[in-house]
Nanobody, 124 residues
Framework: QLQFVESGGGSVQPGGSLKISCTAS????????VGWFRQVPGQEREGISC????????YYASSVKGRFTISRDDAKNTVYLQMDNLKPEDSGAYYC?????????????????WGQGTQVTVSS
């Protein structure tokens, strides 16, 4: 199981863009699928996107499809989430989680172990 440090969050106006990252430790990233999850206070954590280890295929929640792009750099043990055309409802704390090879558990996390997350705020 990987541990993650998320970074890159911030405040942006609606329609803006942000790219967040999570860097893994504990094992080689190349053997794991990685998902991004969002949590808003008072709500359940939501699966946003996942990228498989095998073919690097990305999966997306319907709310972000066409606006967010997930990618990975296994040499840097890092997964990215490019977020474009951001909306206020995209605001929340973003976390990474991993599972072996494929995104079979997505949009649920396989393990209930989380890093500190990175906060994204979309507001005018």
């Amino acid at each position: 199981q990987l541990q993650f440090v998320e970074s890159g969050g911030g405040s942006v106006q609606p329609g803006g863009s942000l790219k967040i990252s999570c860097t893994a430790s504990g094992s080689a990233l190349r053997d794991y699928a990685v998902g991004w999850f969002r949590q808003v206070p008072g709500q359940e954590r939501e699966g946003i996107s996942c990228i498989a280890a095998t073919d690097h295929k990305g999966y997306y929640a319907s709310s972000v499809k066409g606006r967010f792009t997930i990618s990975r750099d296994d040499a840097k043990n890092t997964v990215y989430l490019q977020m474009d055309n951001l909306k206020p409802e995209d605001s929340g704390a973003y976390y990474c989680n991993s599972e072996k090879l494929t995104c079979g558990y997505f949009p649920k996390p396989q393990f209930n172990v989380w890093g500190q997350g990175t906060q994204v705020t979309v507001s005018s």
